[in-house]
């Protein structure tokens, strides 16, 4: 067997491979052994007719084509093992036609794992960010927004409209004198001022009385949904039933008790501060794992498969294709109203796609490196967790084994970074403009 290698960009080999005579003419005979026997052909015992006679009753083209997946098959593996080649990807095939007593020959394209020249990995410095939480800025803000939450609506003494009320209306609406579908509603709860009608409708409200028809004009704006009012002048006949303002409980003790069952208002503060502090820690330890992630990858060398940046392409998309779903847009329309077709969608994901595989392989060769392993105890565990009592548990396996070991590997890698860094833990009042170095771990 002869083979000629071409690496060619994208971590792609390229390969010739020419097959000898007597390996063609072994090939050819091994397949009619086994063919032969498959075959009833009058006036033989089956596996006992001549090969002139099963080739005159089956014709060469069977027999060689069974001779050449044999061929191919082989002589791929013998030159991907001689050659110490790793395939990532399905082989692209491109075979000459086969002929009795001439060398055999076919070419074949396939990604190979690339090589991954790693930089420096461990000892690498990054800050942990934690932003200060004040209580004037952050917590009692937050009570506040608990207080509007519980808040109930009381209807008020006066009688006429103000900004930031709460008004129960009738109204229906007008274009060219007659009323126009959709327009009417009774009993509709409005905050004046709240920008839920179309601009000027609730400023026209304020100063209206109680059980008094007011007038309200608007000229309807040109990208108006509903196409036969978008531009035209309208008009709406609105009576005001009610006015009710919000009316915020009072912050005290068995507040605290029944919103979040804390003894008192400082303890519920304190859970809010603790609560607050977590969430900020959580965050700023995804970011020193993205840090960390950006500085090893960045500090590696090596070139991504091209057929492997294809698949992680068609990954985000369709996970773009089903977040858009889920809020009722197709992709199609997503395109459309963005000026875009798909030749430009991939285009702008290639960039995060091609960073996507570059880090898989960067954190699979610190795994290789360190000897980080996933056991298979531990992949088990986490599917176990993932599945209900209903679920099929051996499809389940099935669909998420590769899946769950990639990410818990991954995970791993992530621990050992983090765990092998420099953290700087420097803290930032949001309104300055500096960081606070508090202090270094390792």
């Not at 071409?6 to 050819?28: D, H, L, N, Q, W």
Request: hydrophobic share 40%; glycine share 6%; net charge negative.
């Amino acid at each position: 067997m002869k083979v000629h290698v071409e690496r060619r960009p994208g971590s792609r080999v390229f390969m010739e491979v020419e097959v000898e005579e007597s390996r063609v003419k072994e090939a050819i005979d091994k397949a009619y052994r086994k063919l032969v026997k498959q075959v009833s052909i009058p006036g033989f015992r089956r596996g006992k007719a001549p090969r002139r006679v099963f080739e005159s009753h089956v014709g060469k083209e069977l027999l060689y084509s069974e001779a050449m997946e044999g061929l191919v098959a082989d002589n791929y593996h013998a030159a991907v093992i001689h050659h110490e080649l790793e395939p990532i990807g399905s082989p692209e095939f491109d075979v000459e036609p086969l002929e009795d007593g001439k060398p055999f020959k076919f070419t074949v394209e396939v990604d190979v794992k690339p090589e991954v020249v790693l930089g420096e990995y461990k000892g690498l410095t990054v800050d942990k960010v934690l932003l200060k939480i004040d209580d004037a800025k952050h917590v009692e803000p937050a009570i506040e927004r608990m207080l509007e939450e519980h808040a109930e609506l009381i209807v008020v003494d006066r009688t006429e409209v103000q900004e930031g009320d709460f008004v129960l209306i009738d109204f229906e609406g007008y274009v060219e004198g007659q009323p126009f579908p959709g327009g009417a509603a009774k009993g509709f709860l409005l905050e004046v001022g709240s920008g839920t009608f179309v601009e000027g409708f609730e400023e026209q409200l304020i100063g209206a009385k109680v059980n008094e028809e007011t007038e309200v004009n608007l000229v309807m704006p040109e990208d108006y949904p509903a196409e036969e009012l978008a531009g035209k002048d309208v008009s709406f006949k609105v009576t005001v039933k009610e006015i009710k303002a919000k009316q915020l409980p009072e912050l005290n003790d068995e507040f605290a008790k029944d919103v979040a069952n804390c003894e008192s208002v400082e303890e519920l503060r304190n859970q809010m501060r603790l609560g607050m502090e977590r969430a900020v820690d959580d965050e700023a330890e995804k970011d020193v794992r993205r840090q960390l992630e950006n500085l090893v990858v960045e500090n590696a060398e090596l070139e991504p498969p091209a057929g492997l940046v294809e698949r992680e392409l068609d990954r985000l998309i369709a996970v773009l294709r089903n977040d858009l779903a889920r809020r009722g847009i197709a992709l199609e329309d997503y395109m459309e109203s963005a000026g875009i077709d798909m030749d430009r969608l991939r285009s702008d994901f290639r960039e995060r796609a091609e960073w996507n595989v570059r880090r898989d392989f960067v954190l699979y060769s610190i795994a290789e490196n360190e000897g980080i392993r996933v056991a298979e105890e531990e992949i088990e565990t986490m599917i176990e967790g993932m599945i209900n009592a209903e679920s099929d548990r051996e499809k389940a396996r099935e669909e998420w084994w590769g899946v769950v070991g990639d990410w818990l590997l991954k995970s791993k890698v992530m621990d050992f970074l983090v765990e092998n860094a420099e953290i700087r833990v420097v803290e930032k009042d949001e309104a300055a403009t500096e960081e606070t170095p508090v202090e270094e771990t390792e």
